[in-house]
């Protein structure tokens, strides 16, 4: 998991001024679902390496640090790792080794396992991109002009929002919890700890709740209904915005040239 400090690294970020940072959103979100789309219908690890040395050169160019980049892959891929993992014994194909209790490991399923690592990485290390150079309300901004559900563009503009003040209220509820002693290492019973969790998490429903009702009540004297929708401004797409869009464009047609041909 992501924690909020490392959170508010990275908006901080993604706020950044530099020739990726200033590229359109909607460009930015078409760009990430172009490359996963391409690189989990592939199984040429050509393609991967030449994807991958692309999005690294991109996290260089947006002066975000590639190890720290890395290092966010790397939290992320254990999850599909997991997955990966099981696939050599499940998969039907060359028997390579029988373990006991009759479990085989194949070939065809360590080739599988291999494949969607790949293409785990390849994603996982586009997704990291676009987080690092696109700040959060911009996102909610790119699904909105790219007409996604008005609702939906909603709730995350609101998400965004909020994230940090609930966790401003988290902080301010453990602070008073600790300013009278509690902490889960003490040497109280179990039990009570227990309670005092409880407590924790029901305060935080609680204010989340009065916080919930306190926004609408301000949305509703401003004018909001269902129908409202979300301000953006008007922005022609720049030159910037056409290179990062073009590029991968075409870098995706000559390896699919190159798959036809047989090149590689």
């Not at 003040?165 to 301010?172: A, G, P, R, S, V």
């Not at 179990?190 to 935080?204: E, H, I, P, R, T």
């Amino acid at each position: 998991m992501v924690s909020i400090s490392e959170l508010r690294q990275q908006e901080y970020l993604s706020n950044q001024d530099s020739i990726l940072h200033n590229v359109d959103s909607r460009i930015k979100l078409i760009v990430l679902v172009l490359i996963i789309l391409f690189a989990v219908t592939s199984s040429n690890y050509i393609v991967f390496i030449v994807l991958e040395a692309y999005l690294l050169l991109l996290i260089y160019l947006s002066g975000i640090s590639i190890k720290d980049a890395l290092m966010r892959v790397l939290v992320i891929l254990p999850f599909g790792f997991f997955i990966a993992i099981f696939q050599p014994f499940i998969q039907p194909g060359d028997v390579l080794y029988t373990l006991p209790l009759g479990i085989n490991i194949t070939l065809q399923g360590i080739q599988f396992a291999e494949l969607l690592l790949a293409r785990l990485v390849i994603s996982i290390t586009s997704i990291v991109l676009f987080s690092y150079i696109t700040p959060m309300k911009d996102i909610a901004e790119a699904f909105r002009r790219l007409h996604m559900p008005n609702e939906f563009a909603m709730i995350f503009s609101l998400f965004v929002r909020f994230i940090f003040l609930f966790y401003d209220e988290l902080n301010t509820i453990r602070q008073a919890q600790a300013s009278r002693c509690f902490s889960l290492t003490n040497n109280t019973p179990y039990l009570w700890k227990v309670k005092q969790v409880g407590y924790l998490f029901l305060m935080m429903f609680l204010r989340a709740y009065d916080r919930g009702e306190k926004v609408y009540s301000s949305m509703a004297s401003r004018g909001y209904n269902s129908e409202s929708t979300i301000y953006y401004s008007k922005e022609g797409i720049s030159m910037h915005s056409i290179a990062y869009i073009t590029i991968p464009i075409i870098i995706i047609i000559v390896l699919v040239v190159l798959q036809y041909i047989h090149i590689i």
